[in-house]
């Protein structure tokens, strides 16, 4: 395990998960000399279990993992990877079955976690399933519903704070540092992203080495892990090209995609973000480091898109492709039209889009806002209209 900020490196152990001399992101450096094929058994994260180091005296899981890489209708060459259908509704699921895993063997009886909502539901119900309790830590009236609802409806116990996910995030820093019993699951533990970056090796089950990826990044811990999923196979000869990973961001919470295009030298966090795209509604993302390092080492990119580019690109993925995303996700697709608009990416290249959440977590924006039902008078002249 090496650390990002003061270089230490220390042998791997399931029990460290920030640097021990100096606070910073640990990584996770796996030296695999080869694969054995037959261990590849099952589906979901755990057929890689040859992959995810640790030892687990007891595997708590949901069948998470798994999803399906769906061809566009209209693009030949994209492929949406449809991580909604995951057991919590969201990519999650993937490090929280390694995460509660790692808790429970280690011996742990409480978890803890910020979350602008997918984390949230995902640890509750993981550590529901392992006899754990979960304490959760949240923007106060900032989580969609459906999370709220899962967080709630699997037992955890939930503390509001004011402000942003970013406050909620130094709560659970501090009681991390103060309190050695409680096991954090954010994505600053590196043994979560041990499970993310299955999302890489199923993909390349299903086409091989794509040419971009593009991936919602908030606190940026996935865009890091499907990387170093890819980097994994090329490390072991089975791809020879890496994907350029993309991350897109919200404007109004964009601290990675300007320092990416505005070549700053120090990262401006945002100190009160704001975007409909309440997953990715984060200022100080936790894991800035990891994910430049993925942009930088696959000759990536970052961008934003607006909230009104990310509700069309949601309206899209639903009406055209019959795909229903959680607004983060969808800001996705509105990067590829970005993208290929401009130049960046050509038809022909072949495209994954990271669909990160379903669409029941978030439903707020669209039953508020939308003319989505006519009254009983106008039935006639509606289905009149349809006919037609
Ligand atoms: C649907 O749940 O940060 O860049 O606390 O829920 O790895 O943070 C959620 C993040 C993208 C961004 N899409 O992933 C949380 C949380 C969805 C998400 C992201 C999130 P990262």
Not at 21 to 42: R, T
Not at 174 to 202: C, H, M
Not at 321 to 341: N, R
Request: charged residues 25%.
């Amino acid at each position: 395990m090496r650390c990002l900020s003061c270089g230490a490196s220390f042998n791997i152990d399931q029990k460290l998960i920030v640097c021990p001399i100096c606070g910073g992101l640990l990584e996770i450096i796996n030296e695999f000399q080869d694969i054995n094929k037959n261990s590849l058994k099952g589906r979901g994260v755990w057929r890689y279990k040859e992959l995810i180091p640790g030892n687990y005296k007891k595997i708590v899981s949901l069948n998470e993992g798994n999803t399906p890489l769906i061809n566009s209708k209209n693009y030949e060459n994209l492929y949406l990877k449809f991580e909604g259908l995951n057991p919590t509704g969201s990519f999650k699921d993937r490090g929280m079955t390694v995460a509660i895993s790692s808790a429970y063997s280690l011996g742990y009886k409480i978890v803890v976690a910020a979350s602008t909502g997918n984390t949230a539901a995902s640890a509750s119900a993981y550590s529901a399933r392992a006899g754990l309790k979960t304490l959760l830590f949240l923007p106060k009236g900032k989580v969609a519903k459906g999370k709220m609802f899962q967080s709630i409806l699997h037992g955890a116990v939930i503390v509001e704070v004011d402000g942003s996910f970013d406050n909620a995030m130094s709560r659970v820093r501090k009681l991390f540092n103060e309190d050695k019993d409680i096991y954090p699951v954010n994505s600053f533990n590196p043994w979560r992203l041990e499970g993310q970056k299955t999302i890489a090796y199923e993909i390349y089950e299903d086409i091989g080495s794509p040419d971009f990826v593009i991936v919602p990044t908030g606190n940026a811990g996935n865009i890091y892990a499907i990387w170093k999923g890819f980097k994994e196979l090329e490390n072991l000869g089975i791809i020879d090209k890496m994907p350029k990973m993309i991350a897109v961001q919200a404007e109004g919470a964009s601290p990675i995609a300007d320092f990416i295009n505005k070549n700053q030298n120090e990262m401006k966090f945002v100190e009160n973000p704001e975007t409909v795209a309440t997953a990715i509604r984060i200022g100080k993302p936790v894991n800035y480091m990891k994910a430049i390092k993925a942009i930088k080492d696959s000759k990536g990119t970052a961008l934003k898109v607006s909230d009104d580019e990310i509700l069309y690109a949601q309206i899209y993925l639903a009406r055209e492709e019959g795909i229903g995303v959680e607004p983060a996700s969808a800001s996705t697709m509105a990067a590829y039209k970005k993208l290929l608009d401009n130049g960046y990416i050509d038809k022909k290249d072949r495209v994954v889009l990271i669909l990160t959440g379903h669409a029941l977590k978030d439903p707020n924006i669209m039953v508020n806002t939308e003319i989505h039902s006519v009254s009983q008078d106008n039935i006639e002249i509606l289905i009149n209209k349809l006919k037609i």
